[in-house]
Nanobody, 123 residues
Framework: QVQLVESGGGLAQAGGSLRLSCAAS????????MGWFRQAPGKEREFVAA????????YYEDSVKGRFTISRDNAKNTVYLQMNSLKPEDTAVYYC????????????????WGQGTQVTVAS
């Protein structure tokens, strides 16, 4: 069982930055690939980024490539999402998720989810 708690959301201006954190409970964090997803009002939840168990490989949705960076610290049981050059269309609730399998964009494969953190980008 893994519990995930996101933090770091808030209000940012367009062009600004935010850093999201996702803290995991338990001692098996390094067994999980981790992903970030987001859901804007009236839209379906979508993939943002994912990272392998060791952090050696990362994957991004096209619209965030070059702006967002996913990373993890297995010693701290935490995964991060550094978001730079924010745009109003990045406004959404951001969720982290844990997957015992390889990191993928398909949310149905993820085993555990956090409660989400709101990110609002003002123009």
């Amino acid at each position: 069982q893994v519990q995930l708690v996101e933090s770091g959301g808030g209000l940012a201006q367009a062009g600004g930055s935010l850093r999201l954190s996702c803290a995991a409970s338990g001692r098996s964090f390094s067994r999980y690939s981790m992903g970030w997803f987001r859901q804007a009002p009236g839209k379906e939840r979508e993939f943002v980024a994912a990272i392998t168990r060791t952090g050696g490989s990362t994957y991004y949705e096209d619209s965030v490539k070059g702006r967002f960076t996913i990373s993890r610290d297995n010693a701290k049981n935490t995964v991060y999402l550094q978001m730079n050059s924010l745009k109003p269309e990045d406004t959404a609730v951001y969720y982290c998720a844990a997957d015992l399998g390889p990191p993928v964009a398909d949310m149905s494969t993820y085993d555990y989810w956090g409660q989400g953190t709101q990110v609002t980008v003002a123009s």
